[in-house]
Each structure stands twice: as structure tokens, then as C-alpha cells.
């Protein structure tokens, strides 16, 4: 089983999967302790996707695939064009735009919600997520 470790007032701590992590919460005049749950991914997800048409967006997932912490997605490095990232009615218009070798980190809670447009054919992704 894989360990989860944190540090905690310069210590390394080790985090049960199933326990609750103590967090203080720090304001302006007051502070309290509160529980927050880690969830720790099982196993990544990743993948190529291509953008066969310009102008089509394209998901990162056919299906439902619920995420944990977010999806890193990353333009190719031999893309002739940009790429857009955003949801299902991405487009060069409203596209959050990628250069060649460039990446973007998106938290969000399922990989099919993530959609790819491209301005040239056959222009791809790489994503890694958890």
C-alpha cells in the first residue's frame, strides 16, 4: 500500500487512507481545528487524444471517469497549431489556448466534463489524471 505523508510543523507525517487529517484553520483573530478527509487516488488516468477535424471539440473521456484532484493536460510538441481546453462547446474563440509543449492543470471531478478543440487537423493532447 502506497503512503500518503504530509509535514507537520517541520516533521514528515504519515496519513492514514481512512483516518480524518487534523488541519488547523488560521483567520484573522480566531483559529479553530477542524477534520478534512484526504482522498488519495488509486491509479492515474492518462491518454492521447486528437482533434481529427479543426474546429470540433473533442472529450477527454467517452465516458464518466470521476477524478480526484484534476486532469494535466498538454499540448504535443509537434502540434502545427494551438490547442483550446475548455467544456463541451469549446472553441477558438473562448478556448483556454495552448502553444506547443504547454500545459494546464484543471481541477475538476470528472474527465469527460474536459474538451479539446484544435486550429489544425490531427493536433493532440496528452493528459494525466487522478
Known amino acids: 500500500m502506497a ?10 507525517v504519515d496519513v492514514q487512507e481512512s483516518a480524518p487529517l487534523p488541519v488547523s484553520v488560521v483567520g484573522e483573530a480566531t483559529s479553530q481545528d477542524v477534520n478534512a478527509t484526504v482522498v488519495v487516488p488509486t491509479a492515474p ?14 472529450a477527454l473521456s467517452d465516458t464518466a471517469q470521476a477524478l480526484a484532484a484534476g486532469v494535466q493536460v498538454r499540448a504535443h510538441i509537434g502540434n502545427t497549431g494551438l490547442i483550446y481546453v475548455g467544456g463541451d462547446t469549446v472553441a477558438a474563440a473562448n478556448g483556454y489556448r495552448l502553444a506547443q509543449g504547454e500545459s494546464v492543470f484543471l481541477s475538476i471531478a470528472d474527465l469527460a466534463d474536459v474538451y479539446v478543440d484544435a486550429a489544425e487537423d490531427g493536433d493532440a493532447v496528452s493528459f494525466l489524471a487522478s
Not at 503512503?3 to 514528515?12: K, P, V, Y
Open 3 to 12: 503512503r500518503t505523508r504530509f509535514i507537520r510543523s517541520g516533521e514528515l
Open 45 to 58: 488516468y492518462h491518454g492521447v487524444v486528437t482533434v481529427a477535424s479543426a474546429g470540433t471539440a473533442v
